[in-house]
């Protein structure tokens, strides 16, 4: 059981600010990424620039339903890999899982940590 440090607050976790910063960090940059491939893709794809504003009555209903799933759907995939990239580092370099992770985490995950 965990003791509560000051002002009954739990005691702050071993490198939580640390796991902030490079799980941001490479979601960020993973996203960057994303973006210069499905624009390249995209422009590859349909000979055109990739709608800047697909809210614009200017594009077409389908294009923008088409473009809102492809960066939605490639968005989501890269920040989930830099962020399983990240946590297999961590885990690697502490032996622990990050900050945070530990909750979600199954008894097997917990286990080929240890």
């Given at each position: 059981?965990?003791?509560?440090?000051?002002?009954?607050?739990?005691?702050?976790e071993k490198?939580?600010?640390?796991?902030?910063?490079?799980?941001?960090?490479?979601?960020?940059l993973?996203g960057?990424?994303?973006?210069?491939?499905l624009?390249?893709?995209w422009?590859t794809?349909?000979?055109?620039?990739?709608?800047?504003?697909?809210e614009?009555?200017?594009?077409g209903?389908?294009?923008?339903?088409?473009?809102?799933?492809?960066t939605g759907l490639?968005?989501?995939?890269?920040?989930?890999?830099?962020?399983?990239?990240a946590?297999?580092?961590?885990?690697?370099?502490?032996?622990?899982?990050p900050?945070?992770?530990?909750?979600?985490?199954?008894?097997?995950?917990?286990?080929?940590?240890k």
């Amino acid at each position: 059981m965990a003791t509560k440090g000051s002002a009954g607050k739990p005691p702050k976790e071993k490198g939580k600010t640390t796991w902030k910063i490079m799980g941001t960090g490479l979601s960020v940059l993973a996203g960057i990424a994303a973006t210069k491939a499905l624009d390249a893709t995209w422009k590859t794809a349909t000979g055109r620039e990739p709608p800047n504003a697909p809210e614009s009555p200017e594009i077409g209903n389908s294009e923008a339903l088409v473009w809102a799933g492809v960066t939605g759907l490639s968005m989501g995939v890269a920040r989930m890999y830099a962020t399983r990239k990240a946590a297999n580092y961590w885990v690697k370099s502490f032996g622990v899982l990050p900050p945070g992770m530990n909750k979600g985490a199954t008894k097997k995950t917990k286990e080929k940590v240890k």
